[in-house]
């Protein structure tokens, strides 16, 4: 799993790739919330183009993430984007959909 990102007007993305389950999950969650703490966007985008296989560790990153977004004081929930039809799958029995940036 190789995980990369770039600030941008004050939304970071993140751009995921390889496989996220369990193990890995715990990796991104880390590098995440480093990269939130000390950019401290106004915006958080997770991308999932580059993402082969995930399981619900994916759903723990994403409302985690939101969680930790909005004790900074954002209200803007954060977006993901580039999300496979698999993938896709486990947000919609989940309810991100309204997460995904269309």
Known sequence: MKTEFLKENRI???FLSGEIDHASARDIILFADSEIDVYRPS???LDFKNVSFA???AIAIVIGR???MKKL???EKI???NVTP???KIFSF???ESYIER
């Open 12 to 14: 970071l993305f993140i």
């Open 43 to 45: 915006k958080l985008v």
């Open 55 to 57: 399981d619900s560790s």
């Open 66 to 68: 939101s969680n930790k």
């Open 73 to 75: 004081g954002k209200t």
């Open 79 to 81: 977006k993901i984007q």
């Open 86 to 88: 698999t993938i896709m």
């Open 94 to 96: 989940s309810g991100l």
